[in-house]
């Protein structure tokens, strides 16, 4: 299937999302559509497949106009589109999401669960994923859930897929088995349009490159005629600098310790410090356990038992509120659901955070609210309208800052971050990985969980290493490299 779209416009109340924009997809090919966010990049796509209407422009597939009414009739045609944010019923199964809408019946109307398991076995199979189809989607990790959607785009014949950061919430391996299955599309003729924001893996895995800035089509190349540098260029008009911005690390006293954090079943006698301006960065496997340890630290676990100091004095974290008010602030894995009111403007997901820092005897202090949503928009330079600009209509990486603003300003003495920079672009992610580094230099304590390895590496003073619920080595800055995290990640020791 060929498509191609001319002089796309879309405006969302007076504001210009597209202008002018194009793509050209060939047949059997692997097309990365890059941009930062708010580039247009979802949004085209959603054009493309009738989830938005366009206000000018031309649709061609295959030679012939066309103008999808719904999702529905584009994945009729053959083009599914696998979303960035996860298209999930949580209380059902995996079974039932996959065959939602596309129930197999007897001739009696009943559903035939023999069958449907049998084909959902065998999806999984091919994506090498082991998910009980009778599990419950709130069982899966993000990282689950996300193979389920791609698996659920495998039952249809689809021609086009288009997927939206897919690896975003998948391990090395997952991503691994993603690259197999999407290269043995590829050869059977489907084409694929991917959308990431990870430049090493459009480098590995794409033919061709089309970028998207401000809503305006900049330029497509062949990966072959092109380098990382040179897509910098085009997706943000500028050099980037250093990816990692460098900092005189000044290390002080211990601020956080654990000592022998447990949960039956999910990890056992977890120790460590983070001392004052030091950024702890947290590796390992998909389910080893990394996210888990950092809710029982926010109190956000039942059944754990351990110790917790913070400046040498223990303290009880039964539950968020505990913690917060003992100093820790955690920013979640999911800022859609864990961290943001999406529906709610940027003034009220951070003031909510900080009452207490705003409010005199109980009252709501309007000025001083209006003055610390002015300084935190302006401080993490968050690209909006105001501060009643609604959440949902910002961009992935300025939702992230606005979580950060939310947590900053309850001045934490320690701060947890959980994949702080998923689905965030090349741009915001250097000024996130600024954040981080002022936030250290001001003695904050910072725990960092990232699925990222060059993330990791790239910002963290020493890597503690997490597998199946253990910590297996703490790395100093000169001990990491890829090899040994990998190493410890998968059970080895590095002595041997």
């Known amino acids: 299937m060929q498509i191609e779209m001319r002089g796309i416009d879309k405006s969302f109340g007076g504001n210009a999302v597209l202008k002018s924009a194009g793509f050209l997809l060939d047949h059997g090919e692997i097309h990365a559509l890059m941009g930062e966010n708010g580039a247009g990049k979802s949004t085209l796509m959603k054009i493309l497949t009738g989830v938005y209407t366009k206000d000018a422009g031309t649709v061609i597939v295959d030679g012939q106009e066309v103008c999808y009414k719904n999702a529905q009739e584009a994945e009729r045609a053959g083009i599914v589109f696998i979303h960035q944010e996860l298209n999930v019923l949580f209380d059902l199964t995996v079974e039932e999401n996959m065959f ?36 419950k989607m709130s069982e899966l990790s993000v990282g689950q859930q996300q193979m389920i959607e791609i698996a659920k785009a495998l039952m249809v014949d689809a021609q086009v897929i288009i997927m939206d950061e897919p690896t975003a919430a998948l391990t090395q391996s997952e991503t691994e088995v993603l690259f197999q299955v999407v290269n043995s599309l590829r050869e059977k003729g489907v084409s ?28 497509t190349k062949r990966i072959k005629d092109t380098d990382m540098n040179d897509v910098v260029r085009m997706m943000i008009g500028r050099e980037i600098g250093e990816r990692y911005p460098l900092r005189d690390t000044k290390i002080g006293k211990t601020v956080f310790e654990v000592k022998d954090l447990t949960c039956p079943g999910v990890f056992q006698n977890v120790s460590f410090q983070v001392h004052a301006g030091e950024v702890l960065g947290v ?10 340890i ?42 859609k659901v864990e961290g943001l009111m999406l529906e709610e403007s940027i003034m009220k997901n951070i ?20 003055d610390l949503v002015k300084q935190g928009i302006e401080e993490l330079h968050i690209k909006c309208f105001g501060p009643d600009h609604e959440c949902t209509n910002l961009s992935g990486g300025n939702q992230q800052k606005v979580v950060f603003a939310k947590w900053i300003y309850t001045n934490p003495k320690v701060l947890i971050l959980d994949e702080p920079t998923r689905g965030v672009d090349i741009g915001a992610k250097k000024e996130i990985y600024s954040i981080i580094n002022e936030l250290a230099a001001k003695g904050v304590a910072v725990i960092m969980v990232s699925s990222e390895l060059p993330e990791v590496l790239g910002m963290a003073d020493r890597i503690m290493v997490v597998r199946e619920g253990l910590v297996r080595g703490i790395l100093s800055k000169e001990e990491a490299n890829q090899e040994n995290v990998m190493i410890l990640a998968t059970g080895g020791n590095l002595n041997e």
């Open 100 to 135: 939602l809408g596309k129930e197999i019946k007897n001739r009696f109307g009943v559903c035939n669960k023999k069958e449907m398991q049998k084909q959902v076995r065998a999806i999984l199979d091919r994506l090498g994923v082991k998910i009980d189809p009778n599990q």
């Open 192 to 219: 694929i349009v991917y959308i990431s924001h990870r430049m090493e893996e459009i480098f590995e895995l794409c033919d061709r490159i089309t970028v998207l800035r401000d809503g305006t089509y900049i330029d």
């Open 283 to 292: 590796a390992g496997l998909m389910g080893a356990g990394r996210t888990e």
């Open 294 to 335: 950092m809710q029982a630290i926010f109190g956000n676990m039942p059944h754990v038992t351990g110790h917790i100091y913070i400046d040498g004095k223990e303290v009880q974290n039964k539950n968020p509120q505990q913690a917060i008010k003992n100093g820790v602030g955690f920013i979640t894995e999911d800022r």
């Open 351 to 370: 003031s909510l955070a900080n009452l207490g820092r705003i409010s005199k005897n109980g009252v709501l202090q309007k000025k001083a609210e209006q």
